[in-house]
């Protein structure tokens, strides 16, 4: 009787270790073999900064980030990438080459560059639409050429907002606490089935496991135009303009949808704003039929498609609600 008393926890402690064994494997496999089939995809960028990047298409399409490959003379909003910029290149099997810019979009943190030499391997672009809080996920990075950097974690949130270096807000980032070690930003994130589903960008300083990813969804958009024109076209109406409060009182007498807006602190001379007599002291509630509680609603809604397009603006003036006919123009 003693002995198959003592044998049993023996068996349990066996059955555990068995089951953690497998469950490790199971874990270990997925991670194996996202970097086995994205890892030679992912290269080392040396421009204005260093990082990472990864090819998405055989022809020599790379994509990494804005700041990877942007002096810090140019990010300021603008792609202002020079041409003439080199921008080097390292391939997995040491390959060393130099890439040209496509374009550039300082907002969301993304570039394309081209570079031209066979046998390249193209990582797939999956679903960020998809992805789901707790889903495992694999950073790799090519930093300072140390080839398949990996770290392995979780979704930890989806939908997050970042401040970009130009000021305007990422929206719809992954957050993840995949570790981005120095030098990993621009590479890909990869799912356990080795789809690309967002581009490293961004570490939090000083805080344990925050780093966010550039949604892919979010990349093709992106892509395509640069692709196309070589920016992401946006509109604009060429004003400054700081968030404000709305008093309860004139919530309340002009039916307003919400109690915040954006007060114009300065209008360009010959701009859109300018043209449509829209002034200083303004404050902006609406635009083209969305409420604007912000600065970054009245982004968000400057568009490409407003480009050209006669749009009604409504603000507040000196306690007056107005209706203002205003036409954005292109940011140069």
Known sequence: MESSTSEQPDADQRETSRRDALAMDAYSHAVTTAVDLVGPSVVNVEAGGTGSGFVFAPDGLILTNSHVVSPPSSRKGR????????????????????????????????????????????????????????????????????????TAGVVSALGRSLRARTVRLMENLIQTDAALNPGNSGGPLVTSTAQVVGVNTAVILGGQGIAFAVPINTARYVVSSLLRDGRVRRSHLGVAGQDTVIPRRMVRQHHLRHERGVTITAVSANSAADEAQLRAGDVIVDFAGEPVSGVDDLHRLLTEERIGELLPVRVLRRGELRRILVTPREIS
């Open 79 to 150: 792609p202002a990438v020079a041409r003439s910029h080199r921008i080097g290149v390292t391939l997995p099997d040491g390959r060393d080459l130099v890439a040209d810019l496509v374009g550039d979009d300082p907002h969301t943190d993304l570039s394309v560059l081209r570079v031209s030499a066979p046998d390249l391997v193209a990582a797939p672009f999956g679903d960020s639409s998809a992805l789901r809080p707790g889903q495992l996920v694999v950073a790799i990075g090519n930093p300072f050429g140390f080839q398949h950097t990996v």
